[in-house]
C-alpha cells in the first residue's frame, strides 16, 4: 500500500515535473523556435486547403498558388521571389531551408474575403506565419502591362514597387528571431531593407513631418497597428530606425537582431547593442525636430 501510494506519489512528482518543463520550455525561446516551425506548418496546411482549387507552380525555394487568370504574372512572381531570396541568402546568410508559400489574389474583394482584418482590405500584401499573400498588381497600380505581352516590362515594374521584398524581410526576421520584437521595428526594417535595395519609400518623402502630432515611442511600440494614421505610424518607425543606422552603421544593427534571435527580449537587445533604452534613443531622435 504504501510502495503503491509512493510510487503514485513519485508518478504525479514526474508529471508535475513533466509539466513545469513543459510550460518552462514553451516560455523560453527555445520553446518559440520548437513551435515556430509547428505554427508554418499549420498554417500551411488550412491555406494549402482553402487555395485547393488553386494553380500552384513550384520553383526552387517557393510555391505559388494562383488562380488560372494569373498563370503569367505566378511565373514572373517565382522569378522575383527567387532573386530576393537570394538577396538574403547572401546578405545575410538566410538559408530557412523550406518552401515559401505565397498566396495571389485576382483582386482586393477576395483578398479581403480571406482575411478577417479591415487592415487587409488596404494591403498590397500581407506576411503571416510563414506565407506571404499577394494582391495582383493590376489592382493597385494602372500602370502595369500584360504579363502575356510584356512580361520583361511587368516584372521590372514588380521589382521595383511590387511588395515582396518588403514581405520576405518580415519573413526573414520571423523566422530568424521567431518573432521576438515589437511590429513597429519589423515595419521599420522592412522599409529600411526596401529603401536600401529598392531606393523606394513606402511612404511619401515628399511631405514634411507633422511634428506636432508624432506618436510617442509607447504608442509605436504598444499599439502600432491601433493608431489611426497608419501612414505616419510607418514613416515615424522607419525613420528613427535609419537614423540609429546611419548613427551606429549596420552592424550595430545587426547585433540587435542576433540578440533577438538569442531570444534577449527586445529592450534589453537594445539596451545592450546601443547602450541606452529604445525610449531615450527615440527622445534623441525626436530632439532633431526640436522636440
Ligand atoms: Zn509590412
Redesign the pocket.
Known amino acids: 500500500m504504501n510502495k503503491k501510494r509512493t510510487s503514485l506519489n513519485r508518478r504525479s512528482l514526474f508529471l508535475l515535473w513533466v509539466l513545469a518543463l513543459a510550460l518552462f520550455i514553451g516560455l523560453t525561446h527555445r520553446g518559440m523556435t520548437l513551435a515556430q516551425p509547428m505554427l508554418y506548418q499549420g498554417n500551411l496546411l488550412f491555406e494549402s486547403w482553402r487555395f485547393r482549387h488553386a494553380n500552384t507552380i513550384k520553383s526552387e525555394n517557393t510555391i505559388i498558388y494562383y488562380t488560372s487568370s494569373q498563370k503569367n504574372e505566378a511565373k514572373l512572381i517565382a522569378k522575383e521571389a527567387e532573386h530576393v531570396l537570394r538577396f538574403f541568402s547572401k546578405r545575410y546568410d538566410f538559408k530557412p531551408h523550406r518552401t515559401l508559400p505565397i498566396f495571389l489574389f485576382p483582386d482586393r474583394s477576395s483578398m479581403a474575403d480571406h482575411f478577417a482584418t479591415t487592415k487587409s482590405h488596404k494591403a498590397n500584401g500581407i506576411?503571416t506565419s510563414g506565407a506571404v499573400y499577394l494582391l495582383n498588381p493590376a489592382a493597385w497600380n494602372n500602370n502595369f502591362p500584360s504579363a502575356i505581352d510584356q512580361p520583361k516590362e511587368w516584372g521590372k515594374l514588380f521589382h521595383e514597387e511590387g511588395p515582396l521584398t518588403?514581405?520576405i524581410t518580415?519573413y526573414y526576421l520571423d523566422w530568424t528571431t521567431a518573432g521576438n520584437y515589437p511590429l513597429w521595428y519589423?515595419?521599420a526594417f522592412?522599409q529600411w531593407v526596401e529603401y536600401t535595395q529598392l531606393g523606394f519609400e513606402l511612404i511619401s518623402p515628399t511631405e514634411p513631418l507633422p511634428t506636432e502630432s508624432l506618436y510617442t515611442y509607447d504608442q509605436l511600440n504598444n499599439q502600432f497597428d491601433e493608431l489611426p494614421n497608419q501612414a505616419l505610424a510607418y514613416r515615424q518607425s522607419f525613420l528613427f530606425l535609419r537614423w540609429m543606422i546611419h548613427k551606429y552603421g549596420e552592424p550595430h544593427n545587426q547585433q540587435l537582431q542576433d540578440r533577438l534571435a538569442k531570444g534577449t527580449p527586445f529592450a534589453t537587445a537594445w539596451q545592450k547593442t546601443y547602450g541606452e533604452s529604445p525610449k531615450q534613443s527615440y527622445r534623441k531622435w525626436l530632439h532633431q525636430f526640436d522636440l
Open positions: 506576411y518588403h514581405e518580415h519589423t515595419e522592412a
